[in-house]
């Protein structure tokens, strides 16, 4: 089972990026996916989640409004688009597939992780 992340990379203030998140070795579909993120010096912290069938999203307070988590059709690719990035956002991404099929914004809910892809907003 792999969760491989893409899509970081270094933009300006007020830019936007659009991460991806592909699931092989057995499908996601019937469960919820997330978003976290960890930066330099701090602990991993929630970013988004959506359930099994997309319809509910949760998000941080500090990205709500900015950032739009979705899912592919196939409901085993997982998105983050952001948009009016923040140097504040700056952190490596990881994306995660959850125990069940309901949005959580706690880390061992999800049982999968991706390796991660750093973001850096530069002023």
């Known amino acids: 089972v792999q969760l491989q992340a893409s899509g970081g990379g270094l933009v300006q203030a007020g830019d936007s990026l659009r991460l991806s998140c592909a699931a092989s070795g057995r499908t996601f579909s019937s469960f919820a996916m997330g978003w976290f993120r960890q930066a330099p010096g701090k602990e991993r912290e929630f970013v988004a989640a959506?359930?099994?069938?997309?319809?509910?999203?949760i998000y941080a307070d500090s990205v709500k409004g900015r950032f739009t988590v979705s899912r592919g059709n196939a409901k085993n690719t997982l998105y983050l688009q952001m948009n009016s990035l923040k140097p504040e956002d700056t952190a490596v991404y990881y994306c995660?597939?959850?125990?069940?099929?309901?949005?959580?914004?706690?880390?061992?809910?999800?049982?999968?992780w991706g390796q991660g892809t750093q973001v850096t907003v530069s002023s």
């Open positions: 995660a597939a959850g125990r069940s099929s309901y949005t959580t914004q706690y880390s061992h809910d999800y049982s999968y």
């Open positions: 959506i359930s099994w069938s997309g319809r509910s999203t």
